[in-house]
């Protein structure tokens, strides 16, 4: 059996992206054990046409010399990503399109696609909503990875067929010494002015918090989980720019060489503090406490869902750096095996799903 992941890539520099990835093939392999798993996204090369440009993919809709088509019918079954949170219009209407239209492609390739679980939502304009509606109308399966999500694709008028959570349960869990206190992940994205939040407010956020960890004695490591690259959207300046400006020659910069250096650092805290779900996703899969500072609709639903209820809301809080620091002198540990366990009882209806797909 051959599966195709969209909008993931185990290659890409946002770790998230690589959970993603990683996940969804290892939720297949659970569902149909053995099965070839290729993945495409933003600027992969496994697909003989590149699929990062909606034009591009009209073309290959109307031009019958273009082989994209016929690529797509080498697959029993896609599984559509949406990048975790992409599957809305809060990073613009052209990224929403983009993802659409290479999953229409791909069922009129005649491959199902399947929506895997994923954020959905929210869609601020009507052309977002009719594209959202459209996608849901055309999978063949849809899977929320919360509750709220769920609810949100009712009132487009498309109940979901299983509410699950993110894949990175999926994913084995290292054993590693705890050799960490505090790994705090540092946005890039949320560090230069973005649509999300202040990011004044956000910079001084995070050099609140890690100054008042400092201050009452505990270790910290300043964790990149978007790697370097020459999209501007990347944690490594931002880490550097904090250590920096912290000045203390025992705070660690960490910026990992892969997935499964990440899930070890992550697995090495005891406690991690971080901007990117995935940073903190990492941390509960590998059974350390996580405080998100999170910057959008897609934490607090998925992480309640789990039985999680430490969240900051960056855009609600009306001091974040003391509502971490308050949680951080708190032992979380006794929360995170509830949290486990609550994570593989809403995988098994994904798993479920996509092996008694026809």
């Known amino acids: 059996m051959r599966v195709l992941t969209l909008w993931a890539d185990d290659r890409s520099s946002n770790l998230g992206v690589r959970a993603l990835a990683r996940g969804t093939a290892a939720l297949v392999e659970r569902a149909h054990p053995g099965a070839e798993v290729v993945a495409v996204h933003y600027g992969g090369s496994t697909a003989p046409t590149p699929v990062g440009d909606w034009r591009r993919l009209l073309r290959a809709r109307l031009d019958p010399r273009e082989p994209l088509i016929d690529w797509l019918r080498g697959f029993d079954l896609a599984v559509d990503t949406r990048a975790g949170d992409s599957f809305a219009d809060i990073y613009g209407t052209r990224r929403l399109v983009t993802q659409s239209l290479l999953a229409e492609l791909t069922v009129e390739a005649g491959t199902p696609v399947v ?182 609709r897609k934490f607090d639903p998925l992480l309640a869902d789990l039985g999680w209820p430490h969240t900051i809301d960056l855009r609600r809080s009306s001091d974040p750096a003391a509502e971490t620091l308050a949680l951080a002198e708190k032992d979380l540990t006794n929360d995170v095996a509830s949290v486990l366990e609550r994570a593989d009882e809403l995988l098994a209806p994904a798993v479920a799903a996509v092996r008694d797909l026809p």
């Open 115 to 296: 929506l895997g679980p994923q954020t959905i939502g929210p869609f601020g304009s009507r052309r977002g909503r009719a594209l959202g509606r459209w996608s849901l109308r055309r999978a063949s399966c849809v899977m929320a990875r919360d509750t709220v999500s769920a609810a949100y694709a009712e009132r487009l008028g498309h109940p979901v067929d299983v509410v699950s959570t993110d894949v990175v349960f999926a994913l084995p869990r290292p054993r590693v010494a705890r050799t960490r206190d505090v790994v705090l992940n540092v946005s890039g994205l949320l560090w230069a002015p973005n649509p999300h939040v202040d990011h004044a407010a956000y910079r001084a956020t995070v050099l609140a918090v890690a100054r008042g960890l400092l201050s009452s004695g505990r270790r910290v490591a300043l964790l990149a989980h978007v790697l370097d690259s020459p999209v501007a959207d990347n944690d490594v300046p931002a880490v550097h720019q904090v250590a920096a400006v912290l000045d203390q020659p025992d705070v660690e910069v960490v910026v990992p060489t892969g997935l499964d250096d990440v899930r070890e650092v992550t697995a090495s805290a005891a406690l991690v503090v971080g901007s990117r779900m995935h940073a903190c996703l990492n941390g509960l899969s590998t059974g350390t406490p996580a405080v998100p500072l999170a910057y959008s």
